[in-house]
Structure formats: structure tokens, C-alpha cells
T-cell receptor, first 110, second 112 residues
């Protein structure tokens, strides 16, 4: 089992719709979680951190479910500019590195 | 621009040649990471420096790969005797905490 797993998609979603995707992680002791966004042929950029209580940033909501070991990202009122690959990132304990999922590709259509 | 800088942005090389990439992290960042990313995959960890010390290397980093950060500032990643399977985007990231990573724009390597 991969340490971090994501549905690769693509998710094809009409503009204005709400879309959500999950990411599961295998190390129950993981402590920090993040969503990064990566545009085609560009570097990943931090979208938001995921806190135990969940957090919201505008149209984006991230949640953590420790019992089931997954994090989620919800995008409301999707825009064409939201089209990108969304990477789930987990910070396990006793590790120098972040563990990355393979990403979920999102395509917003007009 | 005070972000992470990588050079070159693109490199095309013939199989068997050696290549070297450079990364200049954000100046106050003591942590520096190298990742490799291929199409449809997330970044794969290669190696990590804290200041000038190389503290972790992935098993992906064969003996053809070597990385240095001699003065705890910029870092270089060298690939010797390149193979077609080395074609990828090589990403450098820096930060001040374990849960922090600011990425450069990457060096795209194509081995022909």
C-alpha cells in the first residue's frame, strides 16, 4: 500500500459546481497534512494546510479524518482557473521529508 | 525575486553524459530538499540537507547521483552517465521547518 494515495482523476467538472476529493494516508502517527496545487509543467505551490479542526480559505475547505486516515479538499463555485493537479502531502513523524501523493487532476469546463 | 531559484530550467543531454543542476534556496532557509517528478506522479524525495549536512538520501538516489551543499547555501545535484530513465523534472525546495517546502521552478531534464 502506498503511503499516500489519491484518485488520479481527471475530475471533469462544470464551472460553478462543487467538487471534492480525498486522500488516504497509511501512517496513523502522521502529524501534518497539506494540499498543494500544481499547474501543468510548473512547480507545486502550497494551497492550504489541513488542521484537525478543519479549515476554510474562501472557496476551499480542507478536512482531516484521523480515525479513517484521510484528508479531503472541497472546492465550491469552481472557476476555470481552478484547473490543476492537487497534491496531497503528509508529514509523518521521525522523517525529514514530506510524503507526496501522485495528485488528482481537476479540469473545470465552461 | 527572493524565491527558490534553479538553474538551468531545461537541459537536454545525450545518454552517458554528466549533468549538474544548481539550486539557490531562500536565503534564511537551512533546510534544502531535492525531489524528482515524472509525468503523472507526485514529487519523489531524493535527498535532504540541513545547512551543509546531507542528512537523508533516498534509495532512489543511485551511485550515479550526488548532491552537495558545501557552504550551507546553494546546492548542486549531479547525475553521472545519464540514462533515459533519468528524464524528469528535478525540483528543489527549501524551508525552515520539517513541514515547510517552498519550491523552485524546477529543472526539466531530457536524456536522448
Amino acid at each position: 500500500r502506498k503511503e499516500v494515495e489519491q484518485d488520479p482523476g481527471p475530475f471533469n467538472v462544470p464551472e460553478g459546481a462543487t467538487v471534492a476529493f480525498n486522500c488516504t494516508y497509511s501512517n496513523s502517527a502522521s502529524q501534518s497534512f497539506f494540499w498543494y496545487r500544481q499547474d501543468c509543467r510548473k512547480e507545486p505551490k502550497l494551497l492550504m494546510s489541513v488542521y484537525s479542526s478543519g479549515n476554510e480559505d474562501g472557496r476551499f475547505t480542507a478536512q482531516l479524518n484521523r480515525a479513517s486516515q484521510y484528508i479531503s479538499l472541497l472546492i465550491r463555485d469552481s472557476k476555470l482557473s481552478d484547473s490543476a493537479t492537487y497534491l496531497c502531502v503528509v508529514n509523518p513523524p521521525s522523517n525529514y521529508q514530506l510524503i507526496w501523493g501522485a495528485g488528482t487532476k481537476l479540469i473545470i469546463k465552461p | 525575486d527572493t524565491g527558490v531559484s534553479q538553474d538551468p530550467r531545461h537541459k537536454i543531454t545525450k545518454r552517458g553524459q554528466n549533468v549538474t543542476f544548481r539550486c539557490d534556496p531562500i536565503s534564511e532557509h537551512n533546510r534544502l530538499y531535492w525531489y524528482r517528478q515524472t509525468l503523472g506522479q507526485g514529487p519523489e524525495f531524493l535527498t535532504y540537507f540541513q545547512n551543509e549536512a546531507q542528512l537523508e538520501k533516498s534509495r532512489l538516489l543511485s551511485d550515479r547521483f550526488s548532491a552537495e551543499r558545501p557552504k550551507g547555501s546553494f546546492s548542486t545535484l549531479e547525475i553521472q552517465r545519464t540514462e533515459q530513465g533519468d528524464s524528469a523534472m528535478y525540483l528543489c525546495a527549501s524551508g525552515t521547518r520539517q513541514d515547510e517546502a517552498f519550491f523552485g521552478q524546477g529543472t526539466r531534464l531530457t536524456v536522448v
